[in-house]
């Protein structure tokens, strides 16, 4: 009888001990762009070093920058992220892994933990993590990329005059109805559709002009013309509308931060707000 | 004992396959085939060229204050009419090139111009003959587009509509409007009265096309060009993009599927490839339950089971579908009415469906939310 008791106890305690010794670790997964962004320094230029440093307490955390091409759908996108994610999580023993992400990179996140089985890494890595904080990510689309089908040299003159120039598979998929058809039919975490397997909490922004005034910032003009001419519904942040954003998940916050600020440790401060969950 | 058996079969499905999946679901139950949103535009978009320094355009403005832009180009000077020097800025936002809108452009915010056909002209730096794009917006206009394609999802030899809602402002005798589908051509959207076309000069125009695909899916994607003028003559353009998705399935039911209360049998024909199979469950409108299974076909056909969730007792309906996870298509997607073993009540529906998404914030999420966030108020409370 002693022998059990101890031997129930033993249990307990190393399982308490197991515990304590969670690994935390962060990673950031970046939003659209060009194929480069597949670089690893390319990645690390998007976020900015003084927003990994910071978020990541002057990289007292263990950091993971994921790099992906840029102009990918969301599953290959997420192949190439679900691959780094789970190397750094085997890797460093990692169990308790907060994922930031920026933009499209909240899609792409929102892939691997609404397809488990898709991907034999998939598992390990929704398992050890402990929440996404998904920032600007178009959820429902972004009307930005409606817009861009409307250009010259995009989809109509490549389709037409078989040019080479037509959209991308990334800005494809941020289109509104592509969205909306991956939300109804292969996405978890909007109204009508499954949960997420882990807590997931949005920062959308709503800021356009942000420092161009007193800075004479050269992004800060391009996103509010982008805003004033596609006319997005409600809020947004130059690329994607608040409603957007805020469509999955758990509110944690609104920032002013337009979507050049927003992945940044400048305007406003993003990095030490990401890094209050250490 | 019904509530005992069911949750045995579902323990037992649970237990048998990785992939099935179970759970409770929130919100309304899926439109079947989709349902598309609404692209509301007040733009449009004239394609122009540098020639000799300068891009001219003239395009029709039916606001007082546009916001032009000359996207692709930065202008030293705008005029409009050769008379009047609009005050412009010019901008260079690599941030806008993640879009794939162009980086550099000259922004004019227009003030008190009279309804009608303008030419502005953007004198410019670059003397490459090399083609630009000048869009027009019109926030306050009162003409704007509704453009959707309907269903969203749909399969070969399917019909799709697309409708162009313009408002009761235009004129349907005198306004055009194009839909330009890949690999199918333009047609005339309509404001007749005639099929596809509901009601005679409505504003809404109309046009329909037979979804074709050679590929196992193809998203569509359409472009609408609309010039016309409003009843009152003042003369617009708009824009804008709509899409639709196209399965050419690869499998199919092989006879009906089937409902016993206990399990759904979905009898999918011989394929080859990986298909998910999925269940919603639901009283009327409200989604009660999920169910899902991953099957892979290797030229054989499979009948598979789905076991009823406990959450979707009190269900009456289901939409059952098999998806392709080869290709992203939807290759069935059907709807059925299911035995409902316990009572539906929607005040306690609504109550859990309030609870599950209420905000409970860690603290350190709240401290950090209230020191970082910016209006906090719009969303409601912060916890």
């Known amino acids: 009888m002693r022998l059990k008791r101890f031997l129930f106890t033993l249990i307990v305690f190393s399982l308490f001990v197991f515990n304590i010794q969670a690994k935390t670790g962060i990673a950031f997964v970046h939003g659209k762009g060009d194929s480069d962004l597949a670089n690893y320094s390319v990645a690390w230029d998007y976020w900015t070093t003084d927003m990994l440093r910071t978020a990541s307490k002057n990289y007292s955390i263990p950091l993971c920058v994921c790099h992906y091409n840029g102009e990918d759908y969301m599953w290959v996108a997420a192949s190439q992220v679900a691959g780094q994610l789970y190397n750094f999580i085997v890797n460093n023993g990692i169990d308790d892994l907060v994922i930031e992400t920026h933009s499209?990179?909240?899609?792409?996140?929102?892939?691997?933990?609404?397809?488990?089985?898709?991907?034999?890494?998939?598992?390990?890595?929704?398992?050890?993590?402990?929440?996404?904080?998904?920032?600007?990510?178009?959820?429902?689309?972004?009307?930005?990329?409606?817009?861009?089908?409307?250009?010259?040299?995009?989809?109509?003159?490549?389709?037409?005059?078989?040019?080479?120039?037509?959209?991308?598979?990334?800005?494809h998929n941020c289109r509104t109805d592509w969205m909306a058809y991956y939300n109804q039919y292969w996405l978890?975490?909007?109204?009508?559709?499954?949960?997420?397997?882990?807590?997931?909490?949005?920062?959308?922004?709503?800021?356009?002009?942000?420092?161009?005034?007193?800075?004479?910032?050269?992004?800060?003009?391009?996103?509010?013309?982008?805003?004033?001419?596609?006319?997005?519904?409600?809020?947004?942040?130059?690329?994607?509308?608040?409603y957007s954003a805020e469509a999955v998940g758990y509110q944690w916050f609104r920032t002013k931060a337009n979507h050049h600020h927003n992945r940044r440790n400048d305007y406003k401060k993003i990095g030490e707000a990401l890094a209050t969950d250490f | 004992m019904k509530v005992i058996k069911i949750l045995a079969i579902a323990l037992f499905f649970s237990f048998l396959g990785f992939s099935l999946e179970m759970g409770a679901v929130s919100g309304k139950m899926p439109v079947l085939h989709g349902k598309a949103p609404v692209h509301k535009t007040k733009y449009f978009v004239a394609h122009g060229e540098v020639v000799n320094g300068k891009v001219v355009v003239n395009v029709p403005i039916s606001s007082a204050n546009p916001l032009i832009v000359l996207l692709g180009e930065k202008?030293?000077?705008?005029?409009?009419?050769?008379?009047?020097?609009?005050?412009?800025?010019?901008?260079?936002?690599p941030e806008l090139e993640n879009m794939e809108v162009p980086g550099v452009g000259t922004r004019v915010?227009?003030?008190?111009?009279?309804?009608?056909?303008?030419?502005?002209?953007?004198?410019?730096?670059?003397?490459?003959?090399?083609?630009?794009?000048?869009?027009?917006?019109?926030?306050?206009?009162?003409?704007?587009?509704?453009?959707?394609?309907?269903?969203?999802?749909?399969?070969?030899?399917?019909?799709?509509?697309?409708?162009?809602?313009?408002?009761?402002?235009?004129?349907?005798?005198?306004?055009?409007?194009?839909?330009?589908?890949?690999?199918?051509?333009?047609?005339?959207?309509?404001?007749?009265?005639?099929?596809?076309?509901?009601?005679?000069?409505?504003?809404?125009?109309?046009?329909?096309?037979?979804?074709?695909?050679?590929?196992?899916?193809?998203?569509?994607?359409?472009?609408?060009?609309?010039?016309?003028?409003?009843?009152?003559?003042?003369?617009?353009?708009?824009?804008?993009?709509?899409?639709f998705m196209v399965t050419k399935p690869t499998t199919f039911i092989d006879g009906s599927i089937q409902e016993n209360g206990n399990v759904i049998s979905i009898p999918l024909a011989p394929a080859e490839g990986r298909y998910r199979i999925e269940v919603i469950y639901g009283n009327e409108d409200h989604a009660l339950a999920y169910a899902r299974e991953d099957v892979v076909l290797k030229g054989e056909g499979k009948n598979i089971v789905i076991p009823r969730p406990f959450e979707a007792m009190a269900a009456n309906r289901a939409v059952v579908r098999v998806l392709n996870m080869d290709t992203l298509g939807v290759e069935v997607e059907e709807e059925l009415f299911v035995k409902q073993f316990a009572d539906f009540n929607e005040d306690l529906y609504l109550l859990k469906e309030k609870k599950m998404h209420k905000n409970v914030l860690p603290e350190s999420k709240r401290r950090a939310a209230e020191k970082y966030g910016d209006k906090p108020e719009k969303n409601g409370e912060l916890m």
Do not use: C
């Open chain 1, 104 to 171: 499209f990179g909240g899609v792409v996140i929102r892939w691997i933990f609404s397809n488990p089985d898709w991907d034999s890494r998939y598992p390990t890595i929704i398992n050890a993590t402990r929440w996404v904080n998904a920032i600007a990510a178009p959820q429902k689309g972004s009307e930005a990329a409606d817009f861009a089908g409307n250009l010259e040299g995009s989809w109509l003159t490549g389709w037409i005059v078989d040019l080479v120039n037509e959209n991308t598979n990334s800005t």
């Open chain 1, 188 to 242: 978890k975490g909007t109204s009508g559709r499954p949960a997420l397997p882990k807590p997931w909490y949005w920062i959308s922004g709503y800021g356009l002009w942000n420092d161009y005034w007193t800075k004479f910032h050269y992004q800060d003009i391009g996103l509010a013309t982008l805003s004033g001419v596609v006319g997005m519904p409600g809020e947004d942040d130059g690329m994607v509308s608040e």
């Open chain 2, 75 to 93: 202008a030293d000077s705008v005029y409009m009419d050769s008379v009047y020097k609009l005050k412009s800025r010019r901008f260079n936002t």
């Open chain 2, 109 to 243: 915010d227009a003030k008190n111009i009279t309804p009608g056909y303008h030419t502005f002209v953007f004198n410019v730096k670059s003397a490459k003959k090399a083609p630009v794009d000048v869009v027009v917006s019109e926030p306050d206009s009162p003409v704007e587009l509704k453009l959707v394609a309907e269903p969203l999802s749909v399969k070969v030899g399917d019909t799709v509509t697309i409708k162009a809602d313009l408002g009761k402002n235009v004129s349907s005798l005198k306004t055009v409007v194009k839909a330009i589908i890949k690999g199918f051509g333009e047609i005339d959207l309509k404001d007749d009265g005639e099929y596809p076309d509901e009601v005679k000069g409505d504003g809404i125009f109309s046009g329909s096309l037979v979804a074709y695909s050679e590929k196992s899916f193809q998203p569509e994607m359409v472009k609408v060009e609309v010039i016309g003028v409003t009843r009152n003559g003042v003369p617009f353009m708009r824009s804008g993009t709509t899409s």
